[in-house]
């Protein structure tokens, strides 16, 4: 059994379509997706376009996702996509679950208590994240039952096995390799250091789960245009290093 993990797509078509030529590589036996599909500056109608075509068995609500449907929720980065929204992409949204179970899998977007927090990752002193302590990452997975937990939301793949042999996932983020976030958190800043389009997939292997990452590298050209006309200077950077 093998399964890709999609996650933090944000419009960003370019790198979705090279991600999907590698999944398809991969004959996984389902593809899930964790949400955070289209917030950013990038062309959200043709990243609509390739996730609808996917095969995607499960998606969970992101916390961008949920904000698309509702202003009062939106911040910089929700604002740039939100008036390419289409009709059909807001009845796809609204039906979206916050979290799901597919077989042993538990999917959320950000943690199993709501679509913002932080899971695998905290930030320190010097407002970067980094990987948080086992004893925060257990305590958020006390109520899960299922033997593989899937997360995404810090844009930053890591794959933890806890203590008793659970696995916990964040496959990265597909198309936004790094963002500071809003004010008034506006010094902290998340990044995974590579501009390559970051997913994963996990194998059943003799009953054991096991997860591998994986990084794919696209043209971040036309991605990079597409920051640069609506002034998004922290999409241009990330989408040009990886770092912020
Ligand atoms: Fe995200």
Redesign the pocket.
Known sequence: MRIAVLS?I?GNADALEAVLRDVKRRSPDAIVNLG?CFSGPLDILRAHELLAGAGVTATVR?N?DRALLDPAAMDSWDKMSAPQVTEAMRDWIAALPATAVLDELFLCHATPQDDTGYWLDAYTGDGIARRADLVAIEAKAAGVPQRVMLC??T?VARMLHLPGGRLIVNPG?IG?PGYVDDPPRGTRRVFSGSPAASYATLDRIGGRWTASLHLVPYDTGPAIALARATGADDWVQALETGWL
């Open positions: 933090d944000h955070d992101g961008h995404g939301h844009h983020s936004s």
